[in-house]
């Protein structure tokens, strides 16, 4: 489909005069929420992270099977002895004469220090944990408490400098690390973040940089990578990042020379802006794609793969009732609902019960998406489509909420704020059809919606204050483990900002991490889909394509679904 399309751009684009060569523009929904790679992780900010710092190895091209190196010169694998024969040591010999864009050069002890850095940060609700599970065995350097557990001591021997090469030894066999770390081993310059004010690298510090305010960092709103692309500017009044090329790249310098990222959470807006040739990419909500076929100069890139499930929706199981209007009276009383209202499993199937797929799947997506049966996309090993899945049905419905909280639900009722991302329309589509129907079921049911900025909707969610959200996952490494643990796992991104756990759930995705064995790791996965069905912590609605609005003059646009956004280093306009 890409290929198709980006062909009849280059016919369409022979007569047109360029506009403005050297820049490229990008209008995106999202807002971006930091600098610092071991901090944001969300969409918009890891978008810019990627494009500025450069990792150890990286996907080669679109592909999610083949990698390339980058500061490190080679890919570890067992036939060049990087990889020990017990699948636990990993060797990752350092290139050298790589550049940070402050001039001076990467060391093996940088990127020493950039895993470590990555790990201890470990700030609630962030990326750490990608690292933090396969190399120091734990998802978090703290308890559910909140008190610090972390064996820094066993830590710092994972992860050692030997010569030339970064060595990190597993506590076990992870098949996933090597598509971990060519998303995630951001490098960056150890002597530049101590002169800042960042962490020492020393055991005696290390605690005092523990999930930290973003803006204590200087990495907050300061770059210094060694990628295709330096940091020339964030503004975070007008919400858009400035970047520039970084000649000395070690690669080659890019072809554009100036990248601009900009929030424009309004459709029109950046439909405008791109067919005035002001913007050359922007990001395009499935329900109003159409709106941009027939524009001059303008082509849709549809289709596009992605390993996402989106939109689905949260239960927060325990509530944060602190003030809180979303959850009204905080009663069981028609006029609200009690803090701890969807700990109830009753009350979450009849939710899911009463969700409309073919609904989402026909009117929104327009037939473009595959619907979810659970957390694990089609293309990704671990998926079943045999695996039990909700369906809409009003009936059941009514006989799982009739259950719910011994029938007081039924005969009371309830009323709460159900919470999108504003620019989102089709986490909002989402959102509209599960409260029409939820509402059919009792006239005393009542979910009122609310759509707020992306930089409240996160915040809200690290703080349980949303009874009920939307929102979704896109791969951060190409396993059914991101997707399972993201969604189900106590200290998953998802289930630990809802307060839900079930230890027998956490024990089999733990168990299927490590399994070597490709047949009974899918065993463990049906069982896991299988009891995440009957738990029913979120309602998975589809897994979609990706969909771009571009000009025509844009050329090697390469798109890996693994991205969190767009890697610039390609792309030429012409």
Not at 15 to 39: Q, R
Request: proline share 8%; aromatic share 12%; charged share 25%.
């Amino acid at each position: 489909m890409i290929t198709a399309l980006l062909l009849a751009a280059a016919v369409a684009s022979a007569a047109e005069t360029v506009k403005s060569p050297d820049m490229f523009t990008n209008l995106e929904i999202g807002e971006v929420g930091g600098l610092d790679p071991a901090y944001p992780y969300d969409a918009s900010s890891q978008s810019v992270i990627q494009n500025v710092y450069e990792t150890l190895i990286a996907f080669k091209g679109a592909s999610l099977s083949d990698y390339e190196p980058r500061i490190a010169e080679k890919v570890p694998s067992l036939k060049n002895k990087l990889i020990s024969p017990d699948g636990r040591t990993y060797r990752f010999p350092i290139r050298k004469g790589v550049k940070f864009h402050d001039g001076s050069e990467v060391t093996p002890e940088d990127a020493r220090y950039s895993l470590l850095r990555f790990m201890i940060t470990d700030r609630a609700g962030g990326p750490s944990g990608l690292l933090l599970e396969p190399i120091a065995g734990v998802p978090s350097t703290r308890n559910s408490s909140g008190t610090v557990t972390l064996d820094f001591a066993a830590l710092e021997k994972a992860v050692r400098v030997d010569g030339n090469d970064l060595v990190i030894s597993l506590p076990r066999p992870f098949g996933p690390f090597l598509g971990i770390m060519a998303r995630w081993s951001y490098v960056v310059p150890k002597a530049w973040a101590i002169a800042h004010g960042d962490w020492d690298g020393t055991a005696a510090a290390w605690k005092g940089f523990n999930d930290p305010p973003k803006e204590k960092s200087y990495f907050y709103e300061h770059m210094n990578g060694a990628g295709p692309f330096k940091l020339v500017r964030w503004d975070k009044t007008a919400r858009y990042v400035l970047l520039a090329r970084h000649d000395a790249y070690f690669r080659g310098p890019a072809k554009l020379k100036q990248i601009l990222i900009k929030s424009v959470p309004e459709l029109n807006t950046r439909k405008l802006m791109l067919q005035a040739g002001d913007a050359d990419l922007i990001e395009t909500p499935r329900p109003y794609a159409a709106q941009l076929i027939g524009i001059p100069g303008v082509a849709l890139l549809d289709g596009l793969r992605r390993l996402q499930t989106d939109p689905a929706m949260f239960f927060t199981v325990k509530i944060n009732p602190v003030a809180n209007p979303d959850i009204g009276s905080g009663k069981l009383d028609g006029e609200g609902i009690p803090a701890d209202f969807f700990a109830d499993a009753e009350v979450r199937r009849g939710f899911s019960c009463a969700f409309d797929y073919e609904a989402i799947l026909r009117d929104t997506f327009k037939g473009t998406a595959a619907r979810a049966l659970g957390p694990i996309p089609p293309s990704v090993p671990g998926y079943d489509p045999n695996q039990p899945r909700y369906s809409y049905d009003l009936k059941k419905a009514e006989a799982h909420l009739r259950k719910a909280w011994g029938g007081r639900v039924w005969d009371k009722g309830f009323r709460f704020t159900l919470t999108y991302n504003t620019g989102s329309e089709n986490r909002e589509a989402a959102a509209q059809i599960l409260k029409k129907n939820i509402e059919k079921l009792n006239p005393k049911f009542r979910v009122d919606l609310r759509g707020v900025d992306w930089a409240s909707f996160l915040d809200k969610t690290q703080r349980h204050l949303m009874p009920l959200f939307v929102r979704g996952w896109l791969a951060d490494y190409p396993d059914a483990h991101n997707f399972i643990y993201a969604f189900y796992h106590s200290s998953g991104r998802y289930p630990s900002a809802q307060g839900f756990s079930d230890p027998e759930l956490d024990a089999l995705i733990e168990k299927a991490a490590g399994e070597p064995s490709p047949v009974k790791r899918a065993a463990l996965y049906r069982k896991i889909l299988a009891k995440g069905f009957d738990d029913a912590p979120a309602i998975f609605t589809v897994h979609p394509a990706g969909v771009y609005g571009i000009r025509t003059w844009v050329r090697n646009f390469v798109d890996n679904p693994v991205n969190l956004g767009i890697y610039y280093y390609p792309i030429e306009k012409r």
